[in-house]
């Protein structure tokens, strides 16, 4: 089903250069041996409260955003979320978003389309919320300012608030644009899409126009910007809470000494929070394998941690992320009748729109 998908192959190769790299550059096998060997596993036990308690936001902001297609859910939506970060884990290409829609469309009276539509608003706000935490970070003043690139605010015109006016770019950059596509009419978005595509010839352009067309179905949900401030508003404590434990295992690695203050250390893991999963936009195998780990290493590496440890706790951090939502999720489908290869099909011979632009 993947091996003839150009995008299946374009992701193994960004994995294994990515993976290639983080070796060479940052691992060396027999003192990352035992920088892991020295760590204290008992953080990841709490730390695994605050990744579940992650997802439980992420259902509810899903909660909030499936309100206009499906009112109130009749059955759990904690559950699809699993079961949809399952499928992210397993499956390549990030097949698992479709299979989470059509798993929705199975569970509740929804089109997989629309379902669709939403998870691509929470995919922005995503970007919205780690981008507005690495302007947090920055605004903190010892990282991306003082550690990280030097004591350069004397010599930026401007000085430190210059600085903390470039670190928030970023974030209002990509807020205004979410805001502009969601606010704007179906029929106005795809006037500028179309204008967009000039290059392309006119059947690939009505194809590309026909998806985005079904995906707005979905992103119309948010029409307004007190919807837009209530969705970011959303993904805030969704973040938070995965960077609790990011924090948790960073102490058991020992992390918090390295840096001059507390406020430093909490500043240092909100920069790895978004570095490493803003890298999840990069081509990748399943599971961001690869991207992940050289980017949250090379974030911890530019703010003085040691290589071999920024390392060892960017692998272990992805680690952790992995497992349990894959086992949780492969047993909540098992416990709903369901296997992740029968959705698979489903959604494959169910010839909705979405699967077959994906996976085509």
Not at 307 to 314: D, L, T
């Amino acid at each position: 089903m993947f091996f003839g998908n150009k995008a299946f192959w374009l992701g193994a190769i960004g994995s294994a250069a990515f993976l290639a790299v983080f070796v060479w550059l940052f691992v060396d096998f027999d003192m990352i041996g035992d920088v892991l060997s020295d760590a204290n596993y008992v953080y990841i036990v709490p730390s695994l409260a605050f990744y579940f308690v992650a997802v439980w936001f992420r259902s509810q902001r899903w909660k909030f955003l499936l309100r206009p297609l499906i009112g109130k859910p009749q059955k759990s939506i904690y559950s699809v979320v699993v079961v949809g970060y399952m499928a992210n884990n397993l499956i390549p290409v990030r097949i698992g978003e479709v299979v989470r829609s059509y798993y929705l469309s199975l569970r509740e009276s929804c089109s997989a389309p629309a379902a669709f539509g939403t998870v691509a608003v929470e995919r922005a706000t995503d970007v919205l919320a780690l981008l507005f935490f690495l302007a947090a970070a920055g605004l903190m003043g010892t990282v991306g300012v003082e550690r990280a690139v030097g004591d350069i605010s004397s010599d930026v015109p401007g000085g430190a608030p210059m600085l903390a006016a470039v670190a928030l770019l970023p974030f209002l950059a990509v807020f205004s644009v979410v805001l502009v596509i969601s606010t704007a009419s179906r029929t106005t978005v795809l006037g500028w899409l179309d204008r967009s595509m000039f290059m392309l010839g006119r059947g690939l352009r009505d194809r590309l126009l026909g998806i985005a067309d079904r995906l707005l179905e979905g992103l119309t949900v948010v029409s307004s910007t007190a919807d837009l401030a209530k969705v970011f508003a959303w993904s805030l404590p969704v973040w938070a809470s995965e960077a609790a434990m990011y924090y948790l295992i960073a102490i058991g690695f020992d992390l918090r000494p390295i840096f001059d203050s507390q406020v430093e250390f909490i500043a240092a893991i909100l920069v790895f929070t978004a570095a490493a999963n803003l890298a999840g936009v990069l081509p990748s195998t399943a599971g961001s394998w690869g991207p992940f780990d050289f980017f949250g290493a090379a974030a911890l590496v530019a703010l003085g941690v040691g290589q071999e440890v920024a390392a060892a706790y960017a692998l272990t951090v992805h680690v952790v992320l992995w497992v349990p939502p894959t086992v949780v999720g492969a047993v909540l489908l098992v416990m709903d009748g369901n296997s992740l290869s029968s959705l698979m099909k489903g959604a494959n011979e169910s010839q909705q729109p979405i699967a077959g632009d994906i996976s085509s």
